[in-house]
């Protein structure tokens, strides 16, 4: 129960579902002839949500600071175990001829360089399949193991754990593996944004852990140029953006995240 609420309650604190509710209670007023006073205070509050939600500064500044938290390191051990989780997948599903990298890739080819790289001796790929939601024919391990293989990685470093259908999962059941091979150092790769949570569940369980974060939606160019922008620019960049509501989402997902978390003591 917990999963299926986490999943569909903060849906109305997002700034799309908030302005949907919002949209549907005028809708609700006007049919019934209420105060329009109240109609008029509602779009009101529309639009603002959309306006600063959508606007790429807001958007920016709200990202930063989930994904600066933990920047890359500049020496990871080699030979190490590295925990890769998923969510960068999507399903082999027609008219797909196999699992394709979705908008979170990056994990699996951050994946693939570190093991080019010598860094990774094994992989340990979590990520299993929430049955209810009836969009996947294989969990997000698999399609790791799948892709990574096309791309030139041994099947027999990497390890999966099936099973997980939250982050908190992705720490429980990949430290009962990792307890078993004797392991308690492991470089952990997910989005940058996730990072911060992720880092603080793999902890809890009592791994040291090296973050090694992938997926950055800023970086320090585009941080900078954020705010010398040229006089048309500025004009772009104060309409809302899908992409921008889209990115100020993924933070609040990972905030209200941290305090559901936090609140079940799993942090």
């Not at 990949?174 to 308690?184: D, F, Q, R, Y």
């Not at 140029?225 to 889209?246: C, I, K, Q, R, T």
């Not at 989402?249 to 799993?266: D, F, N, P, S």
């Amino acid at each position: 129960m917990f999963v299926f609420l986490s999943k569909f309650l903060p849906q109305f604190i997002y700034p799309i579902g908030l302005s949907w509710l919002l949209i549907f209670l005028v809708l609700f007023l006007l049919r019934h002839k209420k105060d329009l006073r109240w109609v008029k205070r509602i779009l009101w509050i529309v639009v603002v949500v959309i306006f600063i939600a959508g606007n790429q500064w807001v958007s920016a500044i709200l990202a930063r600071s989930l994904e600066w938290r933990y920047l890359p390191p500049e020496n990871m051990p080699l030979n190490s175990v590295v925990v890769v989780l998923g969510g960068g997948t999507e399903s082999e599903q027609y008219p797909r001829q196999m699992p394709e990298v979705g908008g979170a890739g990056d994990r699996v080819t951050y994946a693939l360089k570190l093991y080019r790289d010598g860094v990774a001796g094994k992989l340990l790929l979590s990520g299993g399949n929430i049955e209810w939601l009836g969009s996947r024919s294989s969990t997000g391990a698999q399609e790791m193991v799948e892709l990574l293989t096309l791309m030139g990685v041994p099947k027999d470093i990497m390890q999966l754990q099936n099973e997980s259908r939250n982050t908190y999962e992705d720490a429980l059941y990949c430290a009962e593996i990792l307890k078993k091979l004797g392991v308690s150092e492991i470089i952990l790769v997910t989005s940058a944004s996730h990072m911060p949570r992720s880092v603080a569940l793999f902890q809890k369980q009592g791994l040291t852990v090296i973050p090694a974060p992938a997926d950055f939606g800023i970086t320090a160019e585009g941080w900078t140029n954020l705010w010398h922008p040229s006089v048309g620019e500025v004009f772009v960049h104060l309409v809302p953006s899908a992409s921008d509501l889209s990115s100020t989402q993924t933070v609040l997902k990972e905030y209200i995240g941290i305090l559901m978390y936090k609140l079940r003591g799993w942090l």
